[in-house]
């Protein structure tokens, strides 16, 4: 059974950083192939996709809002996804998930499962 748990979250003000982390278990991301994310999802809005690794495709998409200022790395020896956040803004305020079997394709995500998220707050 597949099980997603973020964490990292927190406030920060306007141009701050903060990292997030997803630990992952029942895949590993040092040997299975996969297809991992991350989306965030603010009050009164749709969800938004932040970015989707897939292994077999060889491909990393960020969405447009995030992309050249958040980064995702993996570290297989823990099993954990981050992302990397910086020169947050107060839009970037909301409730962010990690996802498995996303898809991002032609400016259209997909998210088949995720986990309980994480609040970052951006201040002015």
């Known amino acids: 059974q597949v099980q997603l748990v973020e964490s990292g979250g927190g406030s920060v003000r306007s141009g701050g950083s903060l990292k997030l982390s997803c630990a992952v278990s029942g895949f590993s991301l040092g040997q299975d192939p996969y297809a991992i994310g991350w989306f965030r999802q603010a009050p009164g809005k749709e969800r938004e996709g932040v970015v989707c690794i897939n292994t077999e495709e060889k491909s990393t998409i960020f969405g447009d809002a995030v992309n050249g200022r958040f980064t995702v790395s993996i570290d297989a020896t823990k099993n954990t996804l981050h992302l990397q956040m910086t020169d947050l803004k107060p839009d970037d305020t909301a409730v962010y998930y990690c996802?498995?079997?996303?898809?991002?394709?032609?400016?259209?995500?997909?998210?088949?499962?995720w986990g309980q998220g994480t609040q970052v707050t951006v201040s002015s």
């Open positions: 996802t498995g079997d996303c898809e991002a394709r032609g400016g259209r995500w997909l998210y088949d499962y």
